[in-house]
């Protein structure tokens, strides 16, 4: 199994900037596995945010592209997703993914991490 942990949330103003960290722990080989992080706001169901693969190669949803940067240590089995520029509409529950590649694939998801951003 695999277990994920994030932390980093917090509240701050409209404009600033949090660093939200998952450790990933378990049975698994971090390297290997396409990294993400999703949100999901209050009402509303849960998007993707951001993912980094296995080859490092990132992709952003358009609403965080030139905002956010996503990356991981592979030494520390962390991915971390830097937000900058925040604003209100930021405010969710952010979760991290693991999605484990074949001939396996499985979705690990972490207990999530609030984000709040006071406008």
């Known amino acids: 199994q695999v277990q994920l942990v994030e932390s980093g949330g917090g509240l701050v103003q409209a404009g600033g900037s949090l660093r939200l960290s998952c450790v990933a722990t378990?049975?698994?080989?971090?390297?290997?596995?396409?990294m993400g992080w999703y949100r999901q706001a209050p009402g509303k169901q849960r998007e993707w945010v951001a993912t980094?693969?296995?080859?490092?190669?990132?992709n952003y949803a358009d609403f965080v592209k030139g905002r956010f940067t996503i990356s991981r240590d592979n030494a520390k089995s962390t991915v971390y997703l830097q937000m900058n520029s925040l604003e209100s509409e930021d405010t969710a529950v952010y979760y991290c993914?693991?999605?484990?590649?074949?001939?396996?694939?499985?979705?690990?998801w972490g207990q999530g991490t609030q984000v709040t951003v006071s406008s």
């Open positions: 378990g049975s698994m080989i971090f390297s290997f596995y396409t």
């Open positions: 993914n693991a999605d484990r590649p074949r001939p396996d694939p499985f979705d690990f």
């Open positions: 980094i693969g296995s080859d490092s190669n990132t």
